[in-house]
């Protein structure tokens, strides 16, 4: 199937990648963001990484692990990654542009056995940026300190969702997370903000550290009062503008100024 980046390849005159692979910063551009023009198009061409695609169902955390790689790179799609900690779980989605590792261990400072399940709640294609991405791009360490960041940010997030899972209502807990979820994946519309959320109740209710029932009572409140507005399957609608408890917890964690 011909893609926007098989195009690009065609008018610039570049070979494609090899099949079964990916030039990430054709597919993900930011992380070159940093890179001098006159050595953006060497650093696109060197770029080079194994991409897999995984229907909706569980992740099975395939290939095995590369100690000297940087881990998986999201393209496309939304994983759900799910800890298990004793009876309890906490929930955590992601997308485009997320880096993840699920193959790394705990360390010595684990004090609960734990388990880490990933599943694919919307068909995703991933980059494996192994041992061989991280030697080809060592010229442009700009690409491997935006990984960096990446992983950062994605910790500021956690620490976001912490801060409103500290909150004393579920509704509200509830109503803040599903705007940072529109942040990131939800589009703007002259109606609202419409945020296509493919989780079920009691996935939601483990990302805001609440039971099922509540968080079933919680959105049909907040459909009572016009907040939320169930489009469809999977579908919501976010009326008005986002809580300021957001912006403040968001200020507060760095995740945003």
């Avoid at 029932?213 to 503008?241: F, K, N, Y």
Wanted: charged fraction near 20%; hydrophobic fraction near 45%; include cysteine.
């Amino acid at each position: 199937m011909e893609t926007l980046s098989n195009r690009e390849n065609v008018r610039s005159g570049r070979p494609g990648p090899p099949p079964g692979a990916v030039r990430v910063l054709e597919a993900d551009p930011d992380l070159g963001a940093g890179i001098e023009e006159r050595e953006l198009g060497l650093a696109v061409m060197a770029s080079v990484a194994p991409m897999f695609e995984s229907d909706r169902g569980a992740w099975c955390f395939s290939p095995p692990p590369d100690p000297a790689g940087f881990g998986a790179l999201v393209l496309e799609g939304l994983l759900v990654i799910r800890i298990n900690a004793d009876t309890r779980g906490h929930v955590e989605l992601l997308g485009p542009g997320d880096l993840i590792s699920p193959w790394v261990g705990y360390g010595p400072d684990m004090t609960l056995p734990s388990v880490v399940a990933a599943l694919v709640v919307s068909k995703a294609r991933v980059a494996l940026l192994d041992r061989r991405f991280a030697l080809r791009t060592a010229r442009w360490p700009e690409i491997h300190a935006a990984l960096i960041q990446r992983v950062i940010y994605r910790t500021r997030r956690l620490s976001l969702q912490a801060a409103i899972n500290s909150l004393s209502r579920v509704e509200e807990r509830l109503e803040v997370t599903l705007w940072e979820l529109a942040y990131r994946f939800g589009r703007v519309t002259p109606e609202g903000t419409v945020l296509d959320l493919p989780l079920t109740h009691s996935q939601v209710a483990e990302m805001v550290a609440a039971q099922r029932p509540s968080v079933s009572t919680a959105l049909a409140r907040l459909q009572s009062h016009g907040r939320v507005i169930h489009l469809a399957r999977h579908r919501w609608l976010l009326c008005g503008d986002p809580p300021s408890t957001l912006s403040s917890l968001a200020q507060q964690t760095g995740l945003r100024a």
